[in-house]
């Protein structure tokens, strides 16, 4: 949170006679750190920082390294005085305390002309209004009771946050600006960071998940999907169907003033209202479902939600009178495109065993472009999620036009979370926001906020809802021990500060408490580079996770789960054992041993399974780290996916796996994923410069999807296993005739073939085996070193040009194999998995000749290479995923394998070393 150059300086000017009258009697100490003040804040004018209010210093006192200012100001300044300027004062002296670390407070006691009592700043802030909620129903249920972790039915896992709701705040995003007369990001790019974009992308890629994972009710102040398409279906209008008894019922708080509702049973649904949009791409798209409680009697406490997705049908439970008036988010979910009413849907039915009426109004897929109109006009033409919580409120529901309180881009989130949260809900629900710091460039680390009455000060000094500043420590101590012991020993870890901040300010938000936290600077040219490394947010995430359960087990009645959601599954690997049948296997992952850095040990495992590697069914549960998997019908592409479960919750899952069974009983081909690198070399550019980190465009870990479906496009069979499997041994290469080894953009900090993995693919070699590589970096790391040089050499038939390139469109070489394939479009950002960037220039070696050129008119131009000895090999220096067109991954694989299973067989000699 950047304020301008001259505020940075904060205070003003200090003359030298006041600040030698300042120190009479004060210690050696104080006297010393008003000298390093009086340094740091010198050349400033105090007009900056109290604008408007005719201010003069009256004296300054530092004692016991607390720094209390006193001045005078205009009575009409006063008198006007609101929570924004407050909330500009605090931010603009924050920098210069930030500069001094020895300070441990800063205090404004101001008095209007004339007077003569000096009262804090804070005390001329208006009261606080009380604020209706009678537009909102509120039903108390009867007890909190905790689900079970097997029970599925609400579509989500069930954890140590089961019965929390978690109110998260991304920071920052995109409004209109009415002195630019335009939309504008609150930041600018500091070292490619655009704080609006990070805190955003940090919260809903990584946060979001964690805390649902752990069973959390999360609602974010801005939006949380993604997905830039949005279809609503409502009643009355195209993808809207139902079926038995419903009643048109008039409601003006209903989405165009009327809504469906029907009496329940408690057998068989005898109504149902369907909504099927037409998906406009294929991908992951949030529901949410809209009603209001029924005008005609008791309302539903238990309605049913079917969601059909193209991983089958997920039943979601609903108390239709908890979260009512706006958006209710009931999970995220990939179709595909088109119009399916039965495999993209949402039905919702009369069923409820608890009597009542179910309510349908309207269904919502996707998160959307913004279309919530600026203060002069027109909507910002960005993705939603990636504007302020400014219109985002307003987009779900909330009315600023019945706020008595200032509703601002600083205000709108904490009073947006506010009127979210019900009477259920009191106790049992908190706010946390994210953001990043900026000072002089300099400074670095993790500061912590709370609310507090003065501009900076200590804990003791908080005045928020109680508990803020209790939730403030766990969270901050969490964060400082993780990023410090798995990430970077020597990160600063700052102070934990009360001050006045409008996000954690009880006249915005008086249901909650509340913290605040700044995970670095992003002026700052190291802890940016930090704050754009998808490892460090994500460690950060799973910290504020953690710190969250600490928070509840330790602080909220009813919370008794300390335990924290287990690490993601490893090694995982797919194999055929004979006709019809196969073998799920996987390791148990690390966990914590004492630093509390990692998760705890899971208990089961869940395994789900998918016909597109997108859309995944509800999953079942196993007890060990393997799963027989029968009833495998023949040339049929599935894929696999493990998730480790124990009493707080699910991990995060593993990458995905693919399998065709064989009717032999024997797959031919071994798909590997050594794809692993996500790191902030990958981020995308953004239109100001700077990093985006979007995972979605990094990497998915999830592409034996694009492999296994052009595999099967040939009609072979194919088992798949991570690299990590091959390397530990607990996959045989030997087993099949070829072997399909994906590398995408590995380099850098991972290994592109680690001393193991060449052991095995020697091995492999000297055994006769084929070999189909691809990769953009790949030659270039194993040039490195002698060793991979010589791999290099004899096993991919290719050696470095010492040169790359972007060109993004490979061709074909006349008498190569792929001769007629013509032009291969490639990582391009739009239309391909991911955008490749530079990528590796080669040139055939030993028995290998060119099979691939680069369209570029300069430079090296061999993209890929066939070779044939002892052992076949294929080696593209581009990610094979990234060719934009399937069919034309399809001719590539299909004259790959053709060209590895014909290949004549020498009988040469081993192959390299070990």
Known sequence: MRPTVSTMRALGRIAAGLMAACLAGVSAADSALDAKLDAHWRGCDPAVVFRGADAVIDDIDVRDAKVTVFLTARSSWLEDFTGEEM???????????????????????????????????AEYLPAVPSFDFATKTKIVPAQFARRSTQDRETGRPNGALTGATVFLSPGHG???????????????????????????EAVLQYLTKYLWNAGAEVVTTRERDMQTNMVIVEP?????????????????SARDGDQRVAATTAGAP????????????????????????????STARDATFLVNHSGGTTLWTQNQNHDAYTWRYIGTYHFEAGHDPDASSVTITNESPGGGYVVADAVRFGGGMGDVAGEAGGVSGKPRWEESGYSY????????????????????MPLYAEWEAEEWEAGRCIYVSWHSNAHNGEARGLFSFVYGPN????????????????????????????????????????????????????????KMPAALFEMGFHDNAEDAKYILDPEFRRIVARAVYQGIVRYYYENVEGFDVPTLLPEPPTDVR?????????????????????????????????VYRSSNGKGWDNGVTVD?????????????????????????????????????????????????????RLDGGMNLTGEAGEGRGILSKMNTFDYCIQHADAIATTGRTFDSASNEAVESGAVDLTKYRTVVWILGREAGATEVFSALERRALRAFANAGGSLFVSGSDAAGELAGTADGQAFLREILMAEFAGTRTEANIAREIEGSMFEGVGFVDFGDAELSVYPVGLADAIRPAGPATAALEYASESGARIAGVQGAAKHGVVYFAFPFESVADYRKRASLMSRALFFLDSRPKEPATTVGGG
């Open 624 to 676: 060990g780290t393997s799963m027989n998997l029968t009833g495998l019908k023949e040339n049929t592409t599935t894929f696999f996916r493990v998730a480790a479960v124990n009493v707080g919750g699910e991990s995060m899952p593993s990458e995905t796996l693919a399998l065709r069974a064989s009717p032999t009983g024997r797959s031919e081909v071994l798909i590997v994923n050594g794809f692993d």
């Open 270 to 297: 005898t109504a149902t209202a369907t909504f099927a949009p037409a998906i406009p791409e294929a991908g992951e798209y949030a529901v949410y479902v809209r009603y209001q409680p029924a005008l005609a009697g």
């Open 393 to 412: 409120a307003k987009f779900m529901g909330f009315d600023e036009a019945l706020e008595t309180r200032r509703y601002s881009t600083v205000s709108a």
């Open 87 to 121: 909330e500009r004062i605090s931010l603009a002296t924050r920098p210069a305390i930030a500069g001094v670390p020895e300070i441990r407070g800063l205090r404004f006691q101001v008095r209007a002309e004339g007077a003569t009592d000096y009262r804090p700043l």
């Open 174 to 200: 995109w409004y209109y600006a009415d002195k630019l007369e335009r939309w504008a990001t609150q930041r600018g790019n500091s070292h490619g960071v655009v704080e609006d974009h990070s805190n955003a």
């Open 236 to 252: 009355g209008r195209p993808g809207y169907s139902q079926t038995g008894d419903w009643t048109i019922e008039r409601n003006p």
């Open 455 to 510: 501009s900076w000060g200590e804990l003791d000094e908080f005045q928020g809802y109680p508990g803020g500043d209790v939730l403030l420590g766990v969270v901050h101590d969490e964060i400082a021990n993780d990023i410090v012991k798995a990430y970077d020993p020597d990160w600063r870890i700052g102070p934990k500060v009360c001050r006045w901040l409008g996000e954690t300010n009880p006249r915005y938000n008086n």
């Open 574 to 606: 797919v194999t055929t054992s004979f006709v019809g049948h196969a073998t799920l296997e996987w390791k148990e992952p690390a966990y914590d041993t004492g630093d509390g850095v990692l998760g705890d040990p899971p208990l089961e495992y869940r």
